[in-house]
């Protein structure tokens, strides 16, 4: 398995191939049969999948007579649980397996080891979420102090500064889900 599908995760990118190799030796491949779940909203997170072949569904179950609301379909090289590795926080949406699927899973304590003992992977993956913050219309910050932090790429590359920008990413998210903003 090469490098590409570390380097695939949207916070993961431009990294080198030895960061890249580094986080790769945490790493292991599921295979999973079609119509499997993943993960249910709410659970507590475990880690990142990466899709490596086949497709996954990420989905909001029916309830309260609303029905089943299908976000997106994800191909190879995409990947899904990034906010829950990096904030912990309970899964935001289902996933299932569409089709028979290999994917590549980051568990989340090894990602937390990853970040604290490599500045670099820990620099870039706050890099890469204030350009996805960035790439955001409609984003809401506390303060315009903030603001000028994630644009000035002035952000800290710890652990609890990437809690902040990816609960600003939550929040942004479902703001969208919820009035229908366009991205």
Do not use: W
Not at 37 to 43: R, S
Not at 88 to 98: E, L
């Amino acid at each position: 398995m090469d490098a590409a599908a570390i380097e695939s995760i949207s916070f993961f990118k431009g990294l080198g191939t030895a960061d890249l190799m580094t986080i790769m030796q945490y790493t292991k491949t599921e295979d999973v049969e079609a119509d499997t779940t993943i993960f249910h909203i709410g659970d507590k997170p475990n880690g990142l999948y990466v899709v490596l072949k086949g497709r996954v569904r990420v989905y909001l179950p029916a309830s309260n007579g609303e029905p089943l609301k299908i976000l997106s379909t994800l191909e190879p090289g995409a990947s899904v649980g990034e906010f829950g590795l990096i904030d912990g926080q309970a899964r935001s949406a289902s996933v299932d397996s569409i089709e028979i699927c290999q994917l590549l899973f980051l568990p989340a304590p090894a990602f937390e080891i990853i970040v604290k003992t490599n500045p670099t992977v820990a620099k870039n993956v706050v890099k890469n979420l204030c350009e996805m913050i960035k790439s955001q219309r409609h984003q809401i910050f506390a303060t315009e102090s903030d603001q000028q932090r994630v644009y000035a790429d002035k952000v800290p590359a710890t652990l609890e500064a990437m809690h902040t920008l990816s609960a600003l990413l939550r929040f942004h998210n479902r703001r969208v889900q919820v009035l229908g903003l366009k991205t």
